[in-house]
T-cell receptor
Framework: QKEVEQNSGPLSVPEGAIASLNCTYS??????FFWYRQYSGKSPELIMF????GDKEDGRFTAQLNKASQYVSLLIRDSQPSDSATYLC????????????FGGGTRLMVKP | GAVVSQHPSRVICKSGTSVKIECRSL??????MFWYRQFPKQSLMLMAT?????????EQGVEKDKFLINHASLTLSTLTVTSAHPEDSSFYIC??????????????FGDGTRLSIL
């Protein structure tokens, strides 16, 4: 079992819809969770991070964390074609220091 | 603005050449930096953890004599791909975390280096 799992997609949503991206992790002691967006040929850029159970909102993005179920999700409201990218979930374990463990990424396609 | 600077952004060279990639943290000191490799349509693969003033920690399957890492200062780590071959062609990305501030500061990535070996 991979430590951080994501559906590779592609996830296709129409413009204006809500895109829901999910991520599960195996290390129950994980403390910090991050979502990165990566456009083709570019390096990842941070979208959000969350470390407490519940929701965290930033503009059109909402991160949701459920430590009991060991999943973290990212909701993108009013999806735009420019949101089309690969979204990487990353987890920092309890004893990982600075190191992050990345999921394989979910490719999102927003169709006009 | 960018908090991690990576240079060069693109390298094209002949087989057998050694290539050095630099990763700099801007405005903060990074005792630890990370080097990743990404092949087309695949996810990031952690190659090694660069530790300032000590030896790098390599992930399983990564040849330390092939991928030399030097972290001689708190703001600079270098990755040298020695005697590069076509199979080393990939996208190399570094990252670092600003240790100041909140405990859950994220890692910031450099812009990556696209290495093409002919």
């Amino acid at each position: 079992q991979k430590e951080v799992e994501q559906n590779s997609g592609p996830l296709s949503v129409p413009e204006g819809a809500i895109a829901s991206l999910n991520c599960t992790y195996s290390d129950r002691g994980s403390q910090s969770f991050f979502w990165y967006r990566q456009y083709s040929g570019k390096s990842p850029e941070l979208i959000m991070f969350i470390y407490s159970n519940g929701d965290k909102e930033d503009g059109r993005f909402t991160a949701q964390l459920n430590k009991a179920s060991q999943y973290v999700s990212l909701l993108i409201r009013d999806s735009q074609p420019s949101d089309s990218a690969t979204y990487l979930c990353a987890v920092r374990g309890k004893n990982a220091g600075n190191m992050l463990t990345f999921g394989g990424g979910t490719r999102l396609m927003v169709k006009p | 603005g960018a908090v991690v600077s990576q240079h060069p952004s693109r390298v094209i060279c002949k087989s057998g050449t050694s290539v050095k990639i630099e990763c700099r943290s801007l405005d903060f000191q990074a005792t630890t930096m990370f080097w990743y490799r990404q092949f087309p349509k695949q996810s990031l693969m952690l190659m090694a953890t660069s530790n300032e003033g000590s030896k790098a920690t390599y992930e399983q399957g990564v040849e330390k004599d092939k991928f030399l890492i030097n972290h001689a200062s708190l703001t600079l780590s270098t990755l040298t791909v020695t005697s590069a071959h076509p199979e080393d062609s990939s996208f190399y990305i570094c990252s670092a975390r600003d240790p100041r501030g909140a405990r859950d500061q994220p890692q910031h990535f450099g812009d990556g280096t696209r290495l093409s070996i002919l």
